[in-house]
Each structure stands twice: as structure tokens, then as C-alpha cells.
């Protein structure tokens, strides 16, 4: 059973920057893909980007395009998500999950961390 926790949210200010963690536990042999979501008030669950386990490659969505960052630390066993240049419309509860091989979808998720951007 893979577990996943993540940490670094917070509040910061319109330009600043956040490092998000998702600690992986439990299974890693497991994962295809690491992918991170977000969800603002009121609104659906947004994808963010993934990245895929064995090879760290990346993929953004547009509106994290040149701002944000995906990484994979196999050693640790975490994956990143570095956010630059952070807007009030990044506000959000922040997800990670991990989709194992062979599945088409999610499988596990983490617990979510507030991301709170004043303007």
C-alpha cells in the first residue's frame, strides 16, 4: 500500500515561491507516475503535472508552464513541486498521487496541503 504526505504549504506573497514535498511510503515499485493536483474553493480539482517515476520526465499543464517545477528524488523518495512567481489565483489545497503501473488512473492520494498566495 503506497502512503503519501506532503508538506511546504503556507502563505506566501504575490511573487514569492513555495517547495511542496510528497513523501512516498509503502510500494514504490509500484508507481508509474507521480502527479500533483490542486483544488481552490469552489472550484473542480485542477491538474497541475505529473512525473513519471523511473525516468523523472515531466509534464505541465499551461497555467504551470515556466512557473512551477516537478521533481523526483528516488533516493528520498519524494517528489516536488517548486512554484515561482506565485499568483493569488494559485490559491489551493494541493494534492499529490500516485498512479501505479498499468492503472489508467489515480490509485493513491495524499492527505492535501493549503497553499494560501495574498495579494
Known amino acids: 500500500q503506497v502512503q503519501l504526505v506532503e508538506s511546504g504549504g503556507g502563505l506566501v506573497q504575490a511573487g514569492g515561491s513555495l517547495r511542496l514535498s510528497c513523501a512516498v511510503s509503502?510500494?514504490?515499485?509500484?508507481?508509474?507516475?507521480m502527479t500533483w493536483f490542486r483544488q481552490a474553493p469552489g472550484k473542480e480539482r485542477e491538474f497541475v503535472g505529473r512525473?513519471?517515476?523511473?525516468?523523472?520526465?515531466?509534464y505541465y499543464t499551461d497555467s504551470a508552464k515556466g512557473r512551477f517545477t516537478i521533481s523526483r528524488d528516488n533516493a528520498k523518495n519524494t517528489v516536488n513541486l517548486q512554484m515561482n512567481n506565485l499568483k493569488p489565483e494559485d490559491t489551493a489545497v494541493y494534492s499529490c498521487?500516485?498512479?501505479?503501473?498499468?492503472?489508467?488512473?489515480?490509485?493513491?492520494w495524499g492527505q492535501g496541503t493549503q497553499v494560501t498566495v495574498s495579494s
Open positions: 498521487a500516485a498512479q501505479r503501473i498499468g492503472s489508467s488512473s489515480v490509485n493513491y
Open positions: 509503502g510500494g514504490t515499485f509500484s508507481i508509474y507516475a
Open positions: 512525473v513519471t517515476w523511473s525516468d523523472g520526465r515531466p
